[in-house]
């Protein structure tokens, strides 16, 4: 699937498609509704399907100093929108000038002069334009007078209430990654390229693969069982350490897996880290052989709970 800049015209035979609009962050079920719709569209009237979103995220513009709070990067986000059949993604970069263009100037030289779009999907939330100016009753407007077709999709509830970003955001920093899985349709996972870190974990035997967390959300702090996939398309099982290790000096914050009977050389591999349960919060260990004692205990759990995963 490719990749386009929201700022430079479509390929021609992407254009006349139907673009699902959104930041479309963490791609939970609410926005598979909306890239569905998009998708069932195009392929009935036998046009292109495209998801555009923006990065930054525009609250990361307008707030620069606000902590973290990505769920999925941008490779994800392609991924996972060519999994649910699109034919292109396209970014919009959020910046001064995208922040200044009013609501129908962004359809107009947007949405119609670079991509010549047939159709718009939105979520019923949808918000565009300086100020937030445009609305779905605007787009709505906006689609009549210039000839696009507009489809709202309501929200999806689960349990009675909306699924949210905000929501899974919440529930990963409760630590209740399960609960933020049913609401994404597949757990939250964590992309990285696997950094040289100190090697303790290696000389008291349990080898980890150390990550940043960059821009995603600060999950709570602790140890989780998790799998790896790695390039090649194995997945590993495994438990990890998500933190700041307050038993080493000095604090570092990373995410450090460690996986199950697995020897192999990671340095360098972009591998993405998918959290299943939590084990327990972080804790600081008096001894390296207390820490050694409790690591076997998490992994000893972290089996138990992958190798049973719960009914649906």
């Not at 990749?3 to 699902?20: F, M, N, S």
């Not at 962050?25 to 998009?38: C, E, I, L, M």
């Not at 008096?286 to 004692?293: C, K, P, R």
């Amino acid at each position: 699937m490719e990749r386009l800049d929201g700022g430079t015209a479509v390929p021609a035979p992407l254009r006349g498609g139907i673009v699902a609009l959104g930041n479309f962050d963490g791609f939970h079920a609410g926005h598979q509704a909306v890239v569905g719709r998009a998708v069932a569209r195009a392929r009935a009237e036998g046009r292109p399907a495209l998801v555009a979103t923006f990065d930054p995220h525009p609250v990361r513009f307008f707030k620069p100093d606000v902590p973290p709070f990505r769920l999925t990067t941008l490779d994800q986000r392609q991924r996972l929108f060519a999994g649910a059949g699109a034919d292109a993604m396209l970014v919009f970069h959020f910046d001064a000038t995208l922040a200044r263009l009013p609501a129908e100037q962004f359809v107009t030289e947007r949405l119609l002069g670079l991509i010549g779009a047939a159709g718009v999907v939105t979520g019923e939330d949808f918000t565009f334009g300086k100020g937030r100016g445009g609305n779905i009753q605007v787009l709505a407007q906006l689609g009549a007078k210039h000839g696009f077709s507009v489809d709202t999709v309501g929200a999806v509830a689960d349990h009675g209430q909306a699924v949210s970003s905000s929501r899974i955001r919440e529930l990963l920093q409760a630590g209740d990654p399960r609960a933020a899985a049913e609401l994404l349709t597949r757990p939250f996972a964590i992309q990285g390229v696997v950094e040289h870190g100190d090697k303790r974990g290696r000389t008291i035997g349990y080898p980890t693969a150390n990550l940043s967390l960059g821009t995603y959300l600060r999950p709570r702090y602790g140890i989780y069982a998790v799998r790896g996939r790695l390039p090649d398309g194995r997945v590993l099982d495994g438990a990890a350490s998500l933190g700041i290790r307050p038993t080493f000096d000095p604090p570092k914050e990373l995410l450090e897996p460690y996986f199950f009977d697995f020897a192999g050389d990671l340095y360098g591999q972009t591998i993405e880290v998918e959290l299943i349960d939590f084990l327990r919060p972080e804790a600081k260990f008096d001894s390296l052989e207390a820490l050694t004692a409790q690591m076997e205990a998490d992994c000893e759990r972290a089996r138990a709970i992958l190798s049973n995963p719960p009914s649906p």
